[in-house]
């Protein structure tokens, strides 16, 4: 079986189905294109036929190339290799657009439409793009776009030089620069597409068949061409590109070398031929992909992610789909907890000390649906659907058949150990029981569990609607079913888990409170507050250490904190931290909670910058450090904590370890992640870095002894960890 079949109809129409064996989603092989090229080939050469349309046997059109081809062509041809496989693709692509054409009369040529049943995604739209009239099917399901700036890298077969040559580069901004997806009716009222029809099919088949000559020309093969909103060297188009240049830089802090290099593949293409603007594409495509940073986010984001969704380390057992769970605890994240659940078609008891606190928890998931249908993005329909999965009420006995509890309630081992009593009374002998807790260690409170193999870890991340990551956590006692169980409601629920084993703060937490605690002692000694938190941004952090606890809640660092400091006694590393946020607490400077925090707000919550109380409380030092040193500061923090994880065993993966880190708190994601930022840099080079802040601020930067192990051995955590596990 072929990824591409051809059929010929009597009355001159030559369709071909784009339909990939044993795929749920088309993507695109070199094996593939070849195939297509040859069909193509053959119906230009077949007089018989009079037109073509390339769809898809699949509800969708296509998910887009595939990652690992791409990567195949960096590894084994290095930038020789992907710069002749993207051009294969444009000579493809070409040969469609110009369907047989005169090249200097654009005549003779034959009508290509493509149809899109449902979603084209990145190569999906690529190809549709080189084909002269683009139907798609109303299916508001659908999405179409280019998202490939997600994951490290640009649309390089065409999309970018074309979306900018048939929008504009302004209007195509959106779906290059941000990855922007849309239903068919917005793509078409955007131009992205042409027709929205309820059989797109007979609509393609119809205008291939009456299409003229003129028709098929592509605006830019056309005489006297201009781009839309003017090129380069045109006053409003100069203005564009300016504006668009400071608009990437302020973005990406200059750590992103996908977007600068999507947004000079346009400049420059823009001041040349169609055919030459392709190559220079090409060229700045195989630039980006043999950037170690585009090949650490292809790596991360995409195939390591996608292979942990799949369930890569989920154990033997049996499906373990959720028919019915039982959250206890109807507060912010129970909230949550029960909208993802119930969106996802599983029945939801939501359960509360007070009627009144059940009744708000549901409420959330209500309001949710609201913003949904104001923004056309839901109905009625399904809001009354969805809430009706939900039963909001103070009775255990309505937990009778879940078979899954996940208990949020508040961060108390007696709160939680009571209602986990409680409902263990009731629920069946099999039931998995989940405790939502981000520091509380789950062996501790697995003790209140009769069935301790069937108790389990699930840390949500807030809020629950948005965030991607679920960190599953097993206890000293848990069983393989009940990892099994988390990792099929993590899937259920469409989010990425990871999962680590059980040790104070477990993985994500661990290395985000040392993030939080540096950019605190920096303020501390006297270092300027903007330059620690411009230093973490700059080093691609989405927010400073000091936004990120205003957000948090100072005082529940504090809680923390006092935790911490009680567990550890005398070996507590914190005193320094705890003087600033203890005093910012004291003053009720408690972060955007109470609109006062290490940031002013105003009275809508919005923030308006550093509260000036800072300078006083605590001046700057005269002396303020090099800016790579705040950095090094910042970052090692984290990336030292995810290799203590690793080598203590809390981590087993570092593809989940990676993942984790930047869907969790957004580290650094143009790195990889910690571990594929300590590749990237070189173990010796870290170990180096580390010595030097050992010297100058203390232990909690010394080397770890595997760090330095490799760095004696000159091996990377994906040479030693990750070649077995990451071709998963």
């Not at 139907?135 to 999309?159: Q, R, S, T």
């Not at 959106?174 to 009716?185: M, T």
């Not at 848990?478 to 989010?495: E, H, N, S, Y």
Request: proline share 5%; net charge negative; hydrophobic share 45%.
């Amino acid at each position: 079986m072929t990824d591409f079949t051809m059929e010929k109809s009597s009355e001159g129409l030559a369709t071909i189905t784009w339909d990939v064996p044993g795929k749920s989603m088309n993507v695109l092989s070199m094996d593939g294109a070849a195939t297509l090229s040859d069909l193509i080939d053959d119906a230009l050469a077949d007089d018989g036929v009079k037109g073509i349309i390339i769809t898809s046997g699949k509800k969708d059109f296509a998910a887009g190339m595939d990652l690992n081809v791409i990567a195949g062509m960096r590894d084994n041809g290095g930038a020789q290799g992907v710069f002749d496989g993207v051009m294969s693709l444009h000579h493809l692509l070409r040969k469609i657009e110009l369907a047989g054409m005169d090249l200097k009369t654009k005549k003779g040529g034959k009508p290509i439409a493509s149809v899109l049943p449902g979603t084209a995604l990145g190569i999906g739209l690529e190809l549709p793009l080189a084909t002269h009239r683009i139907f798609a099917a109303d299916n508001p399901k659908a999405k179409i776009g280019l998202p490939e700036i997600m994951v490290g890298i640009f649309p390089g077969a065409g999309g970018t030089t074309r979306l900018s040559r048939k929008l504009g580069a302004m209007m195509a901004a959106p779906f290059l620069l941000e990855g922007k997806l849309s239903d068919p009716k917005k793509a078409k009222a955007a131009g992205l597409i042409d027709e929205v029809s309820d059989d797109p099919l007979a609509a393609a088949r119809e205008w291939v068949l009456n299409a003229s000559e003129a028709d098929l020309v592509k605006p830019w093969d056309a005489k006297g061409y201009k781009m839309p909103g003017g090129g380069p060297f045109h006053p409003a188009g100069f203005m564009t590109f300016v504006g668009a240049s400071a608009m990437v830089h302020g973005k990406t802090m200059g750590v992103y070398p996908a977007a600068k290099a999507l947004l000079s593949a346009v400049y420059e293409g823009a001041m040349v031929t169609f055919d030459q603007a392709l190559k220079i594409e090409a060229r700045w495509f195989t630039n980006v992909l043999m950037n170690p940073s585009s090949s650490a986010m292809i790596r991360s984001l995409f195939i390591n992610k996608e292979a942990l969704e799949k369930g890569a380390n989920r154990p033997e057992a049996p499906d373990q789909s959720v028919k019915k769970i039982g959250i206890l605890g109807a507060g912010m994240m129970g909230a949550g907890i029960a909208y993802v659940s119930a969106r996802a078609g599983i029945e939801v008891v939501l359960i509360d000390a007070r009627q009144e606190a059940a009744d708000k928890g549901k409420a959330y998931s209500e309001a949710l649906l609201d913003k949904a249908i104001s923004r056309k993005k839901s109905t009625e329909a399904k809001k009354t659907e969805l809430l009706a999965r939900i039963t909001a009420t103070t009775d255990y006995d309505a937990l009778k058949g879940c078979d899954l509890i996940v208990e949020a309630v508040f961060e108390d081992p007696a709160v939680k150990a009571e209602v986990t009593q409680r409902a263990e009374a009731v629920i069946p002998e099999d039931a998995i029981f989940a405790t939502n807790t981000s520091t509380l260690p789950i062996s501790d409170l697995a003790r209140a569990s009769a069935r301790p193999e069937q108790f389990i870890g699930i840390h949500f991340f807030s809020p629950v609607d948005k965030m991607l990551l679920v960190e599953i956590i097993k206890g000293k006692a848990t069983g393989p079913r009940a990892v099994a169980k988390a990792l099929d409601f993590v899937r259920q629920i469409r989010k990425t888990p990871i999962v680590v084993n059980d040790e104070r703060f477990f993985y994500a937490n661990r290395c985000i409170i040392p993030y939080i605690n540096e950019g605190i002692r920096m303020v501390g000694e006297g270092v300027n507050p903007v330059l620690v938190e411009n230093a973490a941004k700059m080093m691609g952090m989405p927010l400073g250490p000091l936004q990120l606890v205003d957000e948090t809640s100072i005082d529940l660092g504090v809680k923390i904190a006092k935790a911490t400091r009680a567990a550890m006694g005398d070996a507590y590393p914190d005193d320094a931290v705890d003087q600033v946020i203890f005093a910012m607490a004291d003053e009720g400077r408690l972060g955007r909670k109470t609109n006062a925090g290490f940031y002013d707000y105003d009275d809508k919550g919005k923030r308006q910058g550093l509260w000036s109380g800072l300078d006083s409380r605590y001046p700057r030092a005269t002396d303020q450090p090099e800016l790579t040193d705040v950095q090094h500061r910042l970052m090692f923090a984290q990336a030292l904590e995810a290799v203590r994880a690793l080598e203590s065993g809390v981590l087993e993966d570092i593809r989940e370890g990676d993942v984790g880190a930047i869907l969790g708190w957004g580290f650094a994601p143009w790195s990889g992640g910690p571990f594929g930022w300590l590749d990237m840099m070189g173990a010796a080079r870290a170990v180096e870095i580390c010595d030097g802040l050992t010297a100058k601020y203390g232990d909690r930067f010394a080397s770890p002894a595997l760090l330095r192990d490799m760095a004696e051995k000159g091996t990377s955590f994906y040479d030693r960890f990750g070649a077995a596990k990451t071709a998963a």
